[in-house]
Every structure is written in C-alpha cells, then in structure tokens.
C-alpha cells in the first residue's frame, strides 16, 4: 500500500453503536490530521497529531475520541454519535518542511448515522 | 468573515478555455497556499502549493500569489471535462505551532464539452 489509507470505506451505525475508523499513512510524514467534511461546508479540522503528540483539538465534542500509537497510524474512536455526525472522514498526513509542507489526504471513509 | 473565501461557483467554461479560480484569505501572516482538486465522492487532491509571491506553473495549472491583497488564484489552460471538479483553496499560517491547513468551501467547476 502507498500513500495514505483509510478502513473501512463506508460505515453505516447507531446511534448507540462504538466503532473506529483507521488511517495509516506509508509516506513517513511525522504529522497525522483528522478532518471532516459534511456536504456544503468546508472542511473543518478536528485533530491533528505530531510525533504521536496530539497538538490540536478543535472543540470536537467527546464522542469522538483519537488515538495515535505512533507516527504512522491515527484511530478515530466513535461512540454515541447523532445523525448530523454522518458525514466524510478525512485522514492527511505531512512531514514539516516548513513552508513547503504538504498535506496528503487518504481517501476518507463515509459515515451514515441512524 | 470567513478566513478562506472562495466563490462557490459552479464556474462554467467551454473546453479548451482557461478557468480562472480565485481565493482570498483574512490571514495577513499566512505562510503557504494550496490548491486541491476534489471530484465528487473523493478526496482532495494535491494540485500545487505557492509559497511565493507571483507566478508559479506545472503544466496547465498556473498559481498566482498576492500577498499585499491576500489573494491567490489557480488558472487552468486548455480545460478538460476531465477538470470537472470542486476546487479547494487552502492556507498554512506562519505560527509554527500550527501545522493545519484552513480550508475554503471550494468553487465548483464544469468544464462543456
């Protein structure tokens, strides 16, 4: 595998259901990002993760709970989510060049809340 | 105000024509600029980044930065129905702490055959 990668591909839950989504990234970046992207609204940074040390938390509400055991995988933990979670999950990646640094995107994964 | 804006289109061109695709940010001590391409149903894209103030090229694109009225542009020469796509403008800033990038909603283009 190459690049960037997310499972499952689409996911459909309950309300009181707890699934995880995975990303792996095969690039060697040491910096992982969790976005989401609900239909008409840009995309909106949930976590972003640097050498497995999470360095942004952008106000997401608890049921969605992160984990990074090392630079090359990122989880998204849910549980308890509503109907508006459903959405596209974004999993990036990049290495700190500085001004050239670069985010790479998996290809997401689709979540439907019942 | 938004802090990446973009016209959310969709932006009609004939095949062959050049598309012109705009952005402007509120950020004064942004860093890096970013154009994706998202089709439908996919992720972005990396099209091409500008850090610079000007012009820089890869092949049809062409993006063009102006930092003093923040804004950034993407021109695609020769367009293709295969172009067809939202295009997102995206925005590093300067805070070395802050490593993500700021989305725009992205302007949707059609390229007619």
């Known amino acids: 595998e190459t690049g960037v990668t997310q499972t499952p591909r689409h996911l459909v839950m309950g309300m009181t259901n707890k699934k995880s989504l995975k990303c792996e990234q095969h690039?060697?970046?040491?910096?992982m990002y969790w976005y989401k992207q609900s239909a008409k609204k840009p995309l909106e940074l949930m976590f972003v993760?640097?050498?497995?040390?999470?360095?942004e938390n952008n106000s997401v509400p608890s049921r969605f709970s992160p984990e990074c055991p090392n630079s090359s995988h990122l989880f998204l933990h849910l549980h308890t989510l509503q109907p508006e979670d459903s959405a596209l999950y974004l999993c990036?990646?990049?290495?700190?060049?500085?001004?050239?640094?670069?985010?790479?995107f998996g290809p997401g994964t689709r979540l439907l809340v019942l | 105000q938004k802090e990446v804006e973009q016209n959310s289109g969709p932006l009609s061109v004939p095949e062959g024509a050049i598309a012109s695709l705009n952005c402007t940010y509120s950020?004064?001590?942004?860093?890096?600029f970013f154009w994706y391409r998202q089709y439908s149903g996919k992720s972005p894209e990396l099209i091409m980044f500008?850090?610079?103030?000007g012009d820089k090229e890869d092949g049809r694109f062409t993006a063009q930065l102006n930092k003093a009225s923040q804004y950034v542009s993407l021109l695609i020469r020769d367009s293709q129905p295969s172009d067809s796509a939202t295009y997102l403008c995206?925005?590093?800033?300067?805070?070395?702490?802050?490593?993500?990038?700021?989305f725009g909603s992205g302007t949707r283009l059609q390229v007619q055959p």
């Open positions: 993760y640097n050498f497995k040390e999470q360095t």
């Open positions: 990036a990646s990049s290495q700190d060049w500085g001004e050239r640094e670069t985010q790479y």
């Open positions: 950020d004064r001590g942004s860093q890096s």
């Open positions: 500008i850090y610079s103030n």
């Open positions: 995206a925005v590093k800033s300067r805070n070395t702490g802050r490593r993500a990038l700021t």
């Open positions: 690039l060697g970046h040491n910096a």
